[in-house]
């Protein structure tokens, strides 16, 4: 009987064709349940073809001193989120978009519109921290599993993003956080949301940057007039349950945050 119930928990296990590439297990760190019709590696081939795109057609910031910063950032956000299979890259996007992502793999860009308000090293961190925890919780596989039926998800494997019809392409892209590019823009739910900040939090205080600027960071955020970024300030969740949620976390992060090797507070302002 107890194989009975469990069973429908997973739905994958019903598709013996895709058993191989799904899964349902749990995010690391809040550990929820969830089901993915993609494998980790067929995802990380995806990102991989998305960064290239989507570098193709923006301009890369030649502001050397802040493009070492974000790479010294990421590093060390990074070196906290053991995922040893992913090829870590961090670019600066001249844009005055309020904008950051991280793509599977690891593939992470920032926009130079987003730096005023991170304001300092721990603010990219809280940033990065939360796009990074969006992919190492592989939130965009989960979102491209709901999305696309699962006759759309073998196309997409069989022949990649580039020569996928634009239905399944634009899909994709939407669901890894880059619709932008495409001109459609798929907000995370809220629970992802949440737990990106969750994660990142933890990843932000282990990398030894101050965690409690997540704070003020998100204050920061909440007070910036003009566009909303396409996917770092969703609407949803409000910013003062963002906070909240921050505020209950805090004691654990900074027990992290103290028992990481180097503390570098805010690092470097500017
Ligand atoms: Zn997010």
């Not at 090293?121 to 596989?141: I, L, P």
């Not at 006759?151 to 494997?157: A, G, K, P, T, Y």
Request: one cysteine or more; hydrophobic letters at 45%; charged letters at 20%.
């Amino acid at each position: 009987m107890r194989r009975h119930i469990l069973v429908p928990m997973c739905l994958a296990l019903l598709f013996p064709s895709l058993m191989a590439a799904s899964g349902c297990a749990r995010v690391p760190e809040t550990g929820r349940r969830r089901v993915l019709l993609i494998s980790s590696s067929q995802e990380q081939a995806l990102g991989a073809q998305a960064f290239e795109e989507i570098l193709a057609e923006e301009k890369i910031s030649d502001d050397a001193a802040m493009t070492a910063m974000l790479e010294r950032v990421g590093r060390r956000i990074a070196a906290q989120a053991n995922q040893p299979d992913f090829e870590w890259e961090f670019k600066l996007i001249e844009s005055p978009q309020v904008n950051a992502f991280c793509l599977p793999g690891g593939k992470i860009a920032f926009y130079t519109g987003i730096l005023p308000i991170a304001a300092n090293e721990a603010g990219v961190a809280v940033v990065m921290g939360h796009e990074v925890a969006h992919a190492v919780a592989r939130h965009g596989g989960e979102r491209l599993s709901q999305r696309l039926s699962m006759d759309l998800v073998e196309q997409l494997l069989a022949v990649g993003l580039r020569d996928s019809s634009p239905a399944v392409r634009d899909g994709a892209l939407q669901a890894f956080g880059v619709g932008a590019a495409v001109g459609v823009v798929l907000p995370y739910s809220r629970r992802h949301e949440m737990e990106a900040d969750h994660i990142g939090l933890l990843y932000t205080a282990r990398a030894g940057y101050d965690p409690r600027e997540a704070i003020p960071f998100w204050e920061r955020m909440a007070g910036g007039a003009g566009t909303r970024p396409p996917e770092f300030l969703s609407t949803h969740p409000g910013v003062e349950r963002r906070i909240e949620q921050l505020r209950e976390l805090m004691p654990e992060a900074m027990e992290a945050y103290e028992a990481a090797p180097t503390q570098y507070g805010l690092g470097e302002t500017w």
